[in-house]
C-alpha cells in the first residue's frame, strides 16, 4: 500500500492533499443547506458533512468554517437561528455542484442555478424543491474547534418531509429509490442504485455479552 | 410529502423513530475503528459518524455516546490516545455489520469475525487487514455535546495507507474502485459502483462574486 505519514501529508501539493484528505474519510452526504438573511437575501449551498447526531431528539451537525467559506450560510443561521436540509439527487448534481462557486452576498444561488425555492409552513429558509427529503431544522448549539477553526453546527429537526414512497413500514428511508447521492472527496458524486439491509446483531453463541 | 414535525417525532414508536431519523441525514461513512486497551484487549466496531474536518492538518471525527454505548472504543481512546479507522468494503459487509454486537470487554471482535487485526508501524491500535484504506489516528481533543450527551472526538491522521490503483494523479481516491460501503440509516449498506467527478465551480458571467 502506499504509505504517507503526517510530515508527507503536510508537505504536499495543496491541491493533492485537499483531494487526499477530502477523499480518505469514505462516502459523505450530498445535501443542499437553504438559508435566508434577515433582510430577505436567500442562499443554498452544498455541504458533505452534515451528519446524524441522536434520534431522541432528532439531532443533525455539520461543519463550516465562519470565517473564511460559507459565511453566508453561518451568518444567516446566527441570525435567524434556522435552515434546510435538502438532499442531492441524480436530477440536480450540476447545479448543487454549483452552489459551491463564491457569489456575492446579493446572488441568490436560486437565481443563477435551475434550483427552485420553496417555502413551508411559514418556515423562514428555503427549501429545494423537488428534493426526495426536505428538513426544516432548528439551530440549537455551535461548538468551536480550536484544532483547525472550524465550528460545528448543531440543528434540530423540527419538520421532516419525505417523499410516500421511499418509506418503509418499520421507518426505514430507501435514498437509493430517491436517487440521492453520496459525495466521494471535494468533487465525485455517486449515486448507489441498490443496498443491503442486515439484521440486528447479537453476541455469537459461547461468547460473553454485555448489558447497555 | 409525508410530514413529520418535531411532536410527531417524538411520538414514533422507538424503532420506527430510530430507522427515520438515522436514515434521513443521507448517505453516511462506513467505518471499522480498531482500539487497544492499555492491558492489550483489542476492539474492533463499526461507525457511521466519521467526517471530514479539515485538510491541512489533516482532521476527522466521529461521534458516540460514551457512557452507554460503544465504552470500549472511547475508554481505549482516552487512554491510549490512539485509534485507527479502516473502510468497510463489500468483501466484509457482513463482519463488519457483526461488530455492532454487544460483546464484553474481554471479547474481541477479531476473534468471533473473519476480520483479522494487522499491526503497523509499532502503532499501538490494531488496523484491519485487507481494508483498501487505512488511517492511524492520534486523540486531539474531544467536545461534549449537551444537547444529547454524545462526544465528539476528533483525530488527526498520523498514517495514511491507501491501495497504489485507488490514488488518482491529483490525489484523488476512488473509492467506488475498493467497493467502499456507505451506510444508509442503521443496517443498510449500499456500494456505489461508479461515480461523476465534477469540475472546480466559479461565478458564472454577469454576477458578482466573492474574495475568500
Redesign the interface.
Known amino acids: 500500500?502506499?504509505?504517507?505519514?503526517?510530515r508527507d501529508?503536510?508537505e504536499?501539493h495543496?491541491?493533492?492533499?485537499?483531494?487526499?484528505?477530502?477523499?480518505?474519510?469514505?462516502?459523505?452526504?450530498?445535501?443542499l443547506i437553504g438559508t435566508k438573511s434577515e433582510d430577505g437575501f436567500s442562499n443554498v449551498a452544498v455541504f458533505?458533512?452534515?451528519?446524524?447526531?441522536?434520534?431522541?431528539?432528532?439531532?443533525?451537525?455539520f461543519?463550516l468554517r465562519p470565517t473564511?467559506?460559507m459565511?453566508h450560510t453561518y451568518d444567516n443561521i446566527k441570525a435567524t437561528g434556522c435552515f434546510t436540509?435538502n438532499?442531492i439527487h441524480q436530477d440536480i448534481?450540476?447545479d448543487a455542484?454549483?452552489?459551491?462557486?463564491?457569489?456575492?452576498?446579493?446572488?441568490s444561488e436560486f437565481d443563477?442555478t435551475s434550483l427552485n425555492k420553496i417555502y413551508r409552513d411559514d418556515f423562514h429558509a428555503p427549501f429545494v424543491d423537488g428534493c426526495p427529503?426536505?428538513?426544516a431544522m432548528e439551530f440549537?448549539?455551535e461548538?468551536s474547534?480550536?484544532?483547525?477553526n472550524?465550528v460545528?453546527v448543531?440543528g434540530?429537526?423540527?419538520?421532516?418531509?419525505?417523499?410516500?414512497d421511499l418509506?418503509?413500514k418499520?421507518?426505514?428511508?430507501?435514498?437509493?429509490k430517491a436517487k440521492?447521492?453520496?459525495i466521494?472527496?471535494l468533487?465525485?458524486?455517486?449515486?448507489?442504485d441498490?443496498?443491503?439491509?442486515?439484521?440486528?446483531?447479537?453476541?455469537?453463541p459461547g461468547?460473553?455479552?454485555?448489558?447497555?
Open positions: 500500500m502506499k504509505q504517507f505519514n503526517s501529508i503536510d504536499l495543496h491541491l493533492y492533499r485537499i483531494n487526499l484528505i477530502n477523499s480518505c474519510s469514505g462516502y459523505k452526504s450530498a445535501n458533505s458533512s452534515v451528519t446524524h447526531l441522536g434520534s431522541n431528539p432528532g439531532l443533525l451537525g461543519f473564511t467559506v459565511r436540509i438532499h448534481l450540476e455542484h454549483h452552489t459551491s462557486a463564491k457569489y456575492a452576498r446579493e446572488v443563477v427529503i426536505q428538513l440549537v448549539e461548538h474547534i480550536p484544532a483547525n472550524t460545528l448543531i434540530k429537526i423540527s419538520q421532516l418531509f419525505v417523499e410516500e418509506l418503509h418499520d421507518g426505514f428511508i430507501d435514498l437509493s440521492v447521492a453520496t466521494n472527496g468533487d465525485a458524486y455517486a449515486v448507489p441498490f443496498h443491503r439491509r442486515l439484521e440486528y446483531q447479537r453476541p455469537k461468547f460473553a455479552g454485555r448489558e447497555d
